[in-house]
């Protein structure tokens, strides 16, 4: 039976007809020698893909229920249509179609069968944000169920993350998938936990969500990036305030680098103030300085920002190099070319100017024997963190002990340890008064209070909310 003319009807959703055509026994109702899909697949599969209709969706559940009672498989699986291997209940998951998912998951249909690439129905509605259907889905699966891994390497919470494009509907089938039980470590086949694949698409309100959430945020991936690496660095505040250790990964060197470069202030203040180290690193970041090293403080100088700069001297933040740097010709014959608006393009002649006077203020300045050995201390406990790992080190990316951990271990007094990872009041000046900052020896630091700036709640989202 080639089922022609029940097909017809189950695509016009033309119940009535499809009535007659059961009540007549013409029919292969599983599809039998068919050259359609099964009459089940069909009421599914035959309409558009992302038509929602409470209406069109009342009429296909009207028209399963028909089939069902004349015996058609729950289980049947489409031979035709895409995706191939799937189940009625999968594919009205994918389509949206709750009243279809309710009703064949109440009449018995099997939630663990997976189509060809192994997608559950969650996964699809996942995919496809289905909001209903995934709340649905959810109270009705296992937790070993949400967390089924398909021919990917995907998961529920993987797909969602990944989907989302920080909508409102992709967020809240997140969070009910999380709330299911699902495994916020799982890792795709790059590699990915929900966390960073989030955080490289830039969906900050998916990742706070998956913070909030428990995700770690000290994971370190098999390359060695770490959600911290891969961040737009306009987020790193909000990301740190759940760091344990950010000093876990060598891939992080350049954090404190990258964020002067980017000048992001609020995210610079917030590294210093969680224990980053000053390191440095490789000086081809500037050849045209022809420098062994690069520090932050020498990338706040020859990137021409004097703010940064006075940040990181009031802070002590700098390295064994950056103290004998005041007399190195090559920085001071950069920021000279500057001054004389010789520099090269986006560099501001009177930034230049001011750099200049930072670099005399080092020059002239007479540390105390306390802060050189501060910064002789924090030099060698950061230098297997700056070193470049070698290629067959076990776990070459991972740093242990840590920078952080270093430091705790040391047996000197807590005040002391806080002055190593600049758990001062100098490190809690505000990012937008840096400007103000008085190089001179001075208790009088005032903190922020909420600005919203320093904490990064000012940064405009860019996911589409709607």
């Given at each position: 039976m080639r089922n022609s003319k029940l097909i017809k009807a189950i695509r016009k959703l033309d119940?009535?007809?499809?009535k007659l055509v059961l009540a007549s026994g013409k029919f292969a109702i599983n599809g039998e020698n068919s050259r359609h899909d099964p009459p089940l697949i069909?009421?599914?599969a035959s309409t558009h893909l992302g038509d929602d209709d409470e209406a069109a969706d009342s009429k296909r559940c009207e028209i399963l229920k028909l089939l069902v009672r004349y015996g058609a498989d729950l289980n049947v699986l489409n031979v035709r249509s895409w995706p191939l291997g799937a189940t009625a209940v999968v594919l009205a998951a994918e389509r949206g179609y709750l009243k279809c998912v309710q009703f064949l998951t109440e009449a018995g249909a099997d939630l663990r069968i997976v189509c060809g690439r192994g997608n559950t129905a969650l996964l699809v509605a996942a995919r496809e944000s289905r909001t209903a259907c995934v709340e649905y889905l959810t109270r009705h699966m296992s937790p070993s169920l949400v967390n089924h891994v398909n021919a990917r390497g995907d998961t529920a919470l993987l797909v969602a993350a990944s989907n989302s494009h920080g909508k409102k509907a992709g967020i809240a089938c997140?969070?009910?998938i999380i709330n299911a039980g699902a495994d916020l470590e799982?890792?795709?086949?790059?590699?990915?936990?929900?966390l960073t694949i989030?955080?490289?698409q830039k969906y900050s309100a998916v990742a706070t969500l998956l913070v909030e959430k428990g995700a770690l945020v000290n994971t370190v991936l098999d390359d060695g990036k770490t959600p911290l690496t891969v961040a737009d660095i306009s987020y790193v505040p909000k990301l740190l305030r759940h760091v344990v250790d950010p000093t876990t990964s060598r891939r992080d060197q350049w954090c404190v680098h990258r964020a002067v470069l980017e000048r992001q202030n609020n995210a610079v203040r917030a590294l210093v103030r969680y224990g980053f180290p000053a390191l440095d690193l490789d000086g081809k970041l500037f050849p045209q300085l022809n420098l062994s090293f690069a520090s932050p403080l020498?990338?706040?100088?020859?990137?021409?920002e004097p703010d940064i700069a006075k940040y990181f001297i009031t802070n002590r933040f700098f390295t064994l190099n950056d103290i004998k740097m005041c007399w190195k010709q090559e920085i001071r014959e950069s920021l000279?070319?500057?001054s004389n608006g010789e520099a090269r393009i986006g560099f501001e002649i009177n930034t230049a100017s001011h750099n200049l006077k930072n670099l005399d203020f080092l020059a002239r300045k007479l540390f105390s024997l306390q802060d050189l050995c501060l910064v002789t201390i924090s030099s060698t406990l950061s230098e297997p963190f700056a070193h470049e790992p070698t290629q067959g080190e076990h776990d070459r990316w991972v740093c242990r002990p840590t920078f952080l951990e270093r430091v705790q271990r040391l047996g000197i007094p807590q005040v002391l340890k806080d002055a190593l990872l600049h758990?001062?009041?100098a490190s809690d000046v505000c990012c937008g008064r840096w400007g103000d900052i008085d190089l001179e020896p001075t208790e009088n630091f005032s903190g922020c209070y909420g600005c919203g700036k320093c904490a990064g709640e000012d940064q405009s989202e860019q996911e589409d909310k709607n």
């Amino acid at each position: 039976m080639r089922n022609s003319k029940l097909i017809k009807a189950i695509r016009k959703l033309d119940t009535e007809t499809v009535k007659l055509v059961l009540a007549s026994g013409k029919f292969a109702i599983n599809g039998e020698n068919s050259r359609h899909d099964p009459p089940l697949i069909e009421s599914i599969a035959s309409t558009h893909l992302g038509d929602d209709d409470e209406a069109a969706d009342s009429k296909r559940c009207e028209i399963l229920k028909l089939l069902v009672r004349y015996g058609a498989d729950l289980n049947v699986l489409n031979v035709r249509s895409w995706p191939l291997g799937a189940t009625a209940v999968v594919l009205a998951a994918e389509r949206g179609y709750l009243k279809c998912v309710q009703f064949l998951t109440e009449a018995g249909a099997d939630l663990r069968i997976v189509c060809g690439r192994g997608n559950t129905a969650l996964l699809v509605a996942a995919r496809e944000s289905r909001t209903a259907c995934v709340e649905y889905l959810t109270r009705h699966m296992s937790p070993s169920l949400v967390n089924h891994v398909n021919a990917r390497g995907d998961t529920a919470l993987l797909v969602a993350a990944s989907n989302s494009h920080g909508k409102k509907a992709g967020i809240a089938c997140l969070q009910h998938i999380i709330n299911a039980g699902a495994d916020l470590e799982v890792r795709d086949n790059a590699g990915n936990t929900a966390l960073t694949i989030a955080l490289k698409q830039k969906y900050s309100a998916v990742a706070t969500l998956l913070v909030e959430k428990g995700a770690l945020v000290n994971t370190v991936l098999d390359d060695g990036k770490t959600p911290l690496t891969v961040a737009d660095i306009s987020y790193v505040p909000k990301l740190l305030r759940h760091v344990v250790d950010p000093t876990t990964s060598r891939r992080d060197q350049w954090c404190v680098h990258r964020a002067v470069l980017e000048r992001q202030n609020n995210a610079v203040r917030a590294l210093v103030r969680y224990g980053f180290p000053a390191l440095d690193l490789d000086g081809k970041l500037f050849p045209q300085l022809n420098l062994s090293f690069a520090s932050p403080l020498v990338v706040a100088l020859v990137s021409g920002e004097p703010d940064i700069a006075k940040y990181f001297i009031t802070n002590r933040f700098f390295t064994l190099n950056d103290i004998k740097m005041c007399w190195k010709q090559e920085i001071r014959e950069s920021l000279l070319f500057a001054s004389n608006g010789e520099a090269r393009i986006g560099f501001e002649i009177n930034t230049a100017s001011h750099n200049l006077k930072n670099l005399d203020f080092l020059a002239r300045k007479l540390f105390s024997l306390q802060d050189l050995c501060l910064v002789t201390i924090s030099s060698t406990l950061s230098e297997p963190f700056a070193h470049e790992p070698t290629q067959g080190e076990h776990d070459r990316w991972v740093c242990r002990p840590t920078f952080l951990e270093r430091v705790q271990r040391l047996g000197i007094p807590q005040v002391l340890k806080d002055a190593l990872l600049h758990k001062t009041p100098a490190s809690d000046v505000c990012c937008g008064r840096w400007g103000d900052i008085d190089l001179e020896p001075t208790e009088n630091f005032s903190g922020c209070y909420g600005c919203g700036k320093c904490a990064g709640e000012d940064q405009s989202e860019q996911e589409d909310k709607n």
